[in-house]
């Protein structure tokens, strides 16, 4: 699944706002109207805010919230390490370096009408700017999230107004479904309650390969949006390979987004 090409960009932006939302999890909005303008669901920025010796790669953020007009973007992640741990300290007016738009991402199938979001975590984050788009193109979409505390559970107040049904569970309250999110998915396709043109899943492989079941009994179109670790995020330096049914490829490059058909998930 591919989108338009178009050639990463080295650019400096500029920090219009970093909250704290929840414990370890932060939001950041950056202005850079270069990379703004040309990005698109399922895409990575690579960024850094830091001049360390010891730490010297940039890192790869999904796209959260794209506004072109603007010419902004918002970016949520963890503070899980050194690197996370100073953007979390970034305050407004501060300069990061970007490349990017990164990677393939989204696109929507022809004459597609519903459409399926299965999150688990921060995953969310990746799914959250398709979901705008099929909003505005009127598609019906039904989201599924999951997180392992209820506490963590990211994204309902901004994919609710966005979904035309929204379900969740989490690991400390599984509401009958084992802890499977995707129960409920299962649910609605075994009793011919709906069906879906297109299934996009981020944030854990456990999910994916029950969409992958669901698919090969339901025969619906699925895509999957990988991480992975990162060293260019533009396909030179080969850190970030995938096994494929079309052999090794690289996430940052021929992904993150890929038919979820394609991705060999029992490594």
């Known amino acids: 699944m591919k989108s338009a090409e178009n050639k990463p960009l080295f650019v400096t932006g500029k920090v219009l706002e970093n909250r704290n939302i929840n414990g370890d999890y932060f939001e950041i909005v950056i202005e850079a109207p270069d990379i703004a303008r040309n990005a698109r669901p399922g895409q990575f920025v ?21 506004d072109a007009e603007q010419g902004r973007f918002a970016i949520l ?3 899980i390490g050194k690197g996370t741990e100073i953007l979390s300290q970034s305050k407004k007016a501060d300069q990061v370096e970007l490349i990017g ?6 696109s929507l199938p022809e004459n597609v009408g519903k459409i399926a979001l299965v999150a688990r975590g921060i995953g969310v984050a990746t799914l959250l700017p398709l ?4 909003k505005k193109k009127g598609l019906e979409i039904y989201s599924f999230l999951s997180a392992r505390e209820k506490n963590l559970l990211l994204g309902p ?12 569970t ?27 043109e297109a299934v996009y899943v981020c944030g854990s492989k456990r999910l994916a390969r029950h969409i992958r079941e669901l698919q090969k009994e339901y025969h619906f ?17 080969k850190g970030c390979v995938i096994n494929t049914i079309y052999g090794y490829q690289r996430v940052c490059k021929e992904g993150p987004v890929f038919p979820l058909e394609e991705v060999i998930l029992n490594e």
Not at 47 to 65: A, C, E, M, V
Not at 181 to 191: A, D, G, R, S
């Open 131 to 134: 979901a705008i788009e099929g």
């Open 46 to 66: 690579m960024l850094s805010r830091w001049n360390i010796n010891n730490l010297f790669l940039k890192r790869p953020f999904s796209f959260y919230q794209i």
């Open 221 to 237: 179109a699925a895509y999957i949006s990988l991480e992975e670790r990162m060293g260019c995020g533009i396909g030179a330096c």
């Open 101 to 106: 738009s990164c990677g393939n991402g989204f």
């Open 77 to 79: 992640y963890k503070k």
């Open 157 to 168: 107040d901004k994919l609710g107004p966005l979904s035309s049904h929204i379900f969740y």
């Open 170 to 196: 989490t690991d400390d309250d599984w509401k009958g479904t084992d802890g499977k999110v995707t129960f409920f998915l299962e649910e609605l396709l075994k009793n011919n309650r709906t069906d879906f």
